[in-house]
T-cell receptor
Framework: ETGVTQTPRHLVMGMTNKKSLKCEQH?????MYWYKQSAKKPLELMFVYNFKEQTENNSVPSRFSPECPNSSHLFLHLHTLQPEDSALYLCASSQDYAGVGEQYFGPGTRLTVT | GENVEQHPSTLSVQEGDSAVIKCTYS??????FPWYKQELGKGPQLIID???NVGEKKDQRIAVTLNKTAKHFSLHITETQPEDSAVYFC????????????WGAGTKLIIKP
């Protein structure tokens, strides 16, 4: 595997379920990101991890819980979600977190909350 | 905080013609402006970027221009081809500090055969 991989690619869950999204980067990068992508809206940065430490949390509801066990893996734990949380969730990585520099994105997880 | 406006939301051009996508930003301290291309079923991919110390940058058929006074920057694609069909995102940030990328809402580019 090369680049940034995400699993699962598609997920349907009820509002009372608990699920997790997984991201893995094979690029040797130190920073990893979770974004939410909704149709015709700007990408919304949710969380940033730099050297496994969370550096940004953009007022994300507590029903989204990130975890970064090492610099190659990033998880997003989901529980008691709302229908408006349905979106494409993108993981990205970059060499370091300096707000700039190329970010490498995974293909995303299409989440549907029923 | 920074705000990035992107226009148009959809652009349809004939194959072989040129396409121009425009973005404006609000924070005059922004000095880094990347463009990302997102193909169907994939994540965004950086295609070109520019820093505020230059006014234009080219890479084969794509170019980006920056007007710092007016606080807008544009993506130009010449001789469009079917593989240019995608959603394009502009973004703005400040180089060298822990500032987030602020993204535009995207432009869906359709290349008509």
């Amino acid at each position: 595997e090369t680049g940034v991989t995400q699993t699962p690619r598609h997920l349907v869950m009820g509002m009372t379920n608990k699920k997790s999204l997984k991201c893995e980067q094979h690029l040797g990068h130190n920073a990893m990101y979770w974004y939410k992508q909704s149709a015709k809206k700007p990408l919304e940065l949710m969380f940033v991890y730099n050297f496994k430490e969370q550096t940004e949390n953009n007022s994300v509801p507590s029903r989204f819980s990130p975890e970064c066990p090492n610099s190659s893996h990033l998880f997003l734990h989901l529980h008691t979600l709302q229908p408006e949380d349905s979106a494409l969730y993108l993981c990205a990585s970059s060499q370091d977190y300096a707000g700039v520099g190329e970010q490498y994105f995974g293909p995303g997880t299409r989440l549907t909350v029923t | 905080g920074e705000n990035v406006e992107q226009h148009p939301s959809t652009l349809s051009v004939q194959e072989g013609d040129s396409a121009v996508i425009k973005c404006t930003y609000s924070d005059s301290a922004s000095n880094y402006f990347p463009w990302y291309k997102q193909e169907l079923g994939k994540g965004p991919q950086l295609i070109i970027d520019i820093r505020s110390n230059v006014g234009e940058k080219k890479d084969q058929r794509i170019a980006v221009t920056l007007n710092k006074t007016a606080k807008h920057f544009s993506l130009h694609i010449t001789e469009t081809q079917p593989e240019d069909s995608a959603v394009y995102f502009c973004a703005a940030s400040q180089w060298g500090s822990n500032y987030q990328l602020i993204w535009g809402a995207g432009t869906k580019l359709i290349i008509k055969p």
